[in-house]
């Protein structure tokens, strides 16, 4: 499992106002895989982010779920092409990382 959870939190909300800062425009939305599958976080209300998380110069990619967990799918493809081949959730001491929604 992944640890080094509170760093996540950090660059996720310094990252979403980056963008707004900088009056930057989205870009069309399209679905992400996992191997052969459509990254599925069901319920709705994910929360992803591309992150270069463990340092090898891929974008890795981290869903924060509506159950308060987080997911993360590291990229064994390249820059230009992602690719992910299932995730695994963070931990914080040894248990999944959870930030409560209710």
């Known amino acids: 499992m992944i640890r080094n959870t509170k760093i996540i939190f950090i660059m996720a909300f310094m990252s979403c106002l980056s963008v707004f800062a900088a009056g930057q425009s989205m870009e069309k939305p399209f679905l992400l895989k996992s191997g052969n599958e459509t990254i599925d976080c069901s319920p709705p209300y994910a929360a992803p982010l591309c992150i270069d998380y463990d340092n090898d110069g891929l ?5 924060g779920t509506f159950r308060g967990k987080f997911r993360f799918y590291k990229n064994v493809g390249t820059k230009a092409k992602p690719v992910y081949n299932g995730f695994q ?5 040894g248990k999944d990382a959870v930030v409560k929604n209710w």
């Open 89 to 93: 959730l963070l931990q914080a001491n």
């Open 59 to 63: 974008q890795d990619l981290i869903v």
